[in-house]
Nanobody
Framework: QVQLVESGGGLVQAGGSLTLSCEAS????????VAWFRQAPGLEREFVAW????????DYADSVKGRFTISRDNAKNTMYLHMNSLKPEDSAVYYC??????????????????WGQGTQVTVSS
């Protein structure tokens, strides 16, 4: 059973940068496909970024492509979301997720068994 704990959220001005971390315990993150989702008030949880176990393949939501980068450090059992050129519409609670399976549903929350508790990101204009 993998436990995930996010950190790094906060308040940042538009155009700024922030890096979110997600530390895993109870299992090796290297054995999992990993992803980031976000959820703004009143909206459904939406896909942000994804990386396969091998780190060869990544995918991003169109809204963040070119600005966000997903990565992981297997030695630290931690995944990251590097966010640049932040916009007010990026404000949301960000969640990390992991799955032992490579699923075609990787862009949907149902594709993941393990979730972090979320960290708030607020981008001011």
């Amino acid at each position: 059973q993998v436990q995930l704990v996010e950190s790094g959220g906060g308040l940042v001005q538009a155009g700024g940068s922030l890096t979110l971390s997600c530390e895993a315990s109870g299992g090796a993150l290297v054995s999992h496909a990993v992803a980031w989702f976000r959820q703004a008030p009143g909206l459904e949880r939406e896909f942000v970024a994804w990386m396969t176990r091998s780190n060869i393949n990544t995918d991003y939501a169109d809204s963040v492509k070119g600005r966000f980068t997903i990565s992981r450090d297997n030695a630290k059992n931690t995944m990251y979301l590097h966010m640049n050129s932040l916009k007010p519409e990026d404000s949301a609670v960000y969640y990390c997720a992991a799955s032992t399976f490579l699923s075609i549903a990787y862009r949907t929350p149902g594709g993941y068994a393990y979730w972090g508790q979320g960290t708030q990101v607020t981008v001011s204009s």
